[in-house]
């Protein structure tokens, strides 16, 4: 049974990985061109520009010299965004396997993992060189791998393994910090250790994994960069250390906040097409079957029904899934909170809520199951996952995946035009 759904995990990626390479995007905007010339400069600094993602590009320049090794081409570009491909098949491959061996429900786990691939921010980001892709996939990785681990009795070899994860999920994104709770609730949730081993054990953790991410930092600019702390110039190592958050430049920059918006824009263009596609408000409860609003309408009742059935049925819900609650508890709201504060109105950072929104509502629809028609219910679960992993499909691969398949097309490209004109120059799409 093993190898049989080895074979079909391994079919549907290649199935995945051959759909997706036709409709690669062809897409050029300022973060996904700034990130390939970086690498494409091939010096370690250029690597480290960006302290906010220190693996990202790095990662980038090893793997753009790997495959100059093998195949000296110039289509950096489709190289990069080939990775991030690769990396989003890596994760749905072990989503699958892992959801499977938690919950015991192979046909559920593809359809789960379908309705994720299919999410616009998940989608869109897995065909294009940008960073959210890869850190959000290591955070739902640890997430997963720490329910499985702690019910295994959570080894020290597992801690371990979830220690290296959350560090690396940290060089990938440096907001990763502020999931740093998911490893310790697992570890006082254990069973298998004094309250006071627990205590010590913790402290251990965060410490090294605190020290680990400061040595990093202080490796990185004050050696490879070669910062200093003299004048506060642009040679400064706080200048460098943060810089994505620098007034003006990004982040919060000056101006009325209205988080609810941002929100609400952040949120719905994670799950259907995004912003520059559709009217600014979509939903309208008011003009429901409207053709502009109707998919939308029933993404917000979807999503309202669901955690308005996970309040009523908490109960159950709670005894149910009680320790993967409280680990989510330090993934999810966290998340929310810190991303809509930040910069909530772009979907690139609700590409992790939407993953953790999609094992949430599992968790609720799994706790109304009745014990009495468990193959209705199973059925039901199936069958609602289906429709609006279809829905998600039609429309996002109809008006997000085809068009940006379709180019180069140009975003904001303001002062890099002559190397992004460059970029876009690629000898693969002309044979």
């Given at each position: 049974m093993k190898k049989i759904r080895f074979l079909i995990i391994s079919l549907i990626l290649v199935f995945l990985f051959l759909f997706h390479l036709r409709f690669l995007s062809r897409n050029f905007d300022w973060d996904s061109c700034v990130y390939a010339l970086n690498i494409q400069k091939n010096r370690i600094e250029s690597a480290f520009f960006n302290p906010h993602h220190l693996g990202f590009e790095s990662s980038g320049l090893l793997y753009w010299r790997w495959i100059q090794s093998i195949y000296p081409t110039t289509d950096i570009m489709f190289f990069l965004r080939l990775r991030i491909l690769v990396s989003s098949l890596i994760f749905i491959g072990i989503f699958i396997w892992i959801f499977q061996k938690l919950y015991k429900d192979f046909f559920l786990a593809i359809l789960l993992a379908m309705?994720?691939?299919?999410?616009?921010?998940?989608?869109?980001?897995?065909?294009?060189?940008?960073?959210?892709?890869?850190?959000?996939?290591?955070?739902?990785?640890?997430?997963?791998?720490?329910?499985?681990?702690?019910?295994?009795?959570?080894?020290?070899?597992?801690?371990?393994?979830?220690?290296?994860?959350?560090?690396?999920?940290?060089?990938?994104?440096?907001?990763?910090?502020?999931?740093?709770?998911?490893?310790?609730?697992?570890?006082?949730?254990?069973?298998?250790?004094s309250f006071g081993k627990k205590l010590r054990t913790i402290f251990i953790y965060l410490t090294l994994l605190g020290v680990a991410t400061i040595v990093s930092y202080l490796f990185v600019g004050f050696v490879i960069l070669k910062r200093g702390l003299g004048p506060i110039d642009e040679k400064h190592f706080s200048f460098w250390m943060f810089l994505y958050a620098a007034i003006n430049r990004w982040g919060m920059s000056e101006g009325e906040k209205n988080y609810f918006h941002y929100f609400y824009r952040g949120i719905g263009d994670a799950f259907l097409v995004f912003q520059n596609v559709t009217p600014k408000f979509r939903v309208d409860f008011s003009n429901f079957f409207s053709k502009n609003h109707i998919l939308y309408n029933l993404n917000a009742l979807f999503w309202m029904f669901t955690m308005a059935m996970g309040l009523i049925n908490f109960r159950k819900l709670w005894k149910t899934y009680r320790s993967e609650l409280i680990i989510m508890a330090f993934w999810l709201p966290p998340?929310?909170?810190?991303?809509?504060?930040?910069?909530?109105?772009?979907?690139?950072?609700?590409?992790?809520?939407?993953?953790?929104?999609?094992?949430?509502?599992?968790?609720?629809?799994?706790?109304?199951?009745?014990?009495?028609?468990?193959?209705?219910?199973?059925?039901?679960?199936?069958?609602?996952?289906?429709?609006?992993?279809?829905?998600?499909?039609?429309?996002?691969?109809?008006f997000s995946t085809l068009p940006r398949s379709i180019g180069p097309k140009f975003g904001y490209i303001e002062g890099i035009q002559g190397p992004v004109l460059k970029l876009a120059d690629e000898s693969i799409y002309q044979r």
């Open positions: 309705c994720i691939q299919f999410s616009q921010a998940f989608w869109f980001y897995s065909l294009h060189n940008d960073t959210p892709l890869i850190h959000s996939c290591l955070m739902a990785l640890l997430f997963l791998f720490t329910v499985y681990f702690l019910r295994g009795g959570l080894k020290q070899w597992h801690l371990i393994l979830l220690w290296c994860l959350q560090l690396f999920s940290i060089y990938f994104h440096q907001s990763n910090v502020i999931h740093f709770g998911i490893v310790p609730s697992a570890i006082l949730l254990s069973q298998n250790r998340s929310i909170c810190f991303y809509t504060w930040w910069e909530g109105y772009f979907f690139e950072f609700w590409v992790g809520t939407v993953i953790a929104l999609w094992i949430l509502n599992f968790y609720i629809f799994q706790s109304m199951t009745l014990s009495s028609l468990p193959v209705f219910s199973k059925s039901l679960l199936h069958t609602i996952y289906i429709t609006i992993g279809g829905l998600f499909f039609l429309t996002n691969f109809a």
